[in-house]
């Protein structure tokens, strides 16, 4: 069963277009990476809280579109912004021209998934 969760998710990456690779391997960090391949293999989605960095001082046109690709804007300082996403909507997110980094953010609890 495990063999096949890994060869359906591989599909669905591989499948989803080199985009969604490239936006994972350039502006994920390894944590937010890991996060999104378990949640996929299980087929789970989960709010996730993540800091994200933008290429200038974040304006309400850049909060707007933040919010337009399904994040819930927690805060903001600068080009750094503080978030919950749903992990169905972090590459909707990351294809934003301006967001140069997602990080997931570190939890409360650090032994849960």
Do not use: H
Not at 6 to 13: D, Q
């Amino acid at each position: 069963m495990k063999s096949f969760a890994a060869l359906a998710l591989a599909a669905l990456l591989w499948g989803c277009g080199p985009d969604r690779n490239l936006l994972m391997d350039t502006k994920f960090d390894a944590p937010l990476r890991q996060k999104f391949l378990w949640l996929s293999t299980e087929g789970r989605i989960e709010d996730l809280s993540i800091i994200g960095r933008c290429n200038a001082a974040i304006n309400g046109d850049m909060r707007q579109g933040l919010v337009n690709a399904g994040a819930e804007v927690l805060g903001m300082t600068g080009e750094i912004f503080t978030a919950r996403i749903s992990s169905e909507d972090l590459f909707s997110l990351a294809a934003l021209e301006y967001v140069t980094q997602v990080q997931l953010s570190q939890s409360a609890n650090p032994n849960g998934r």
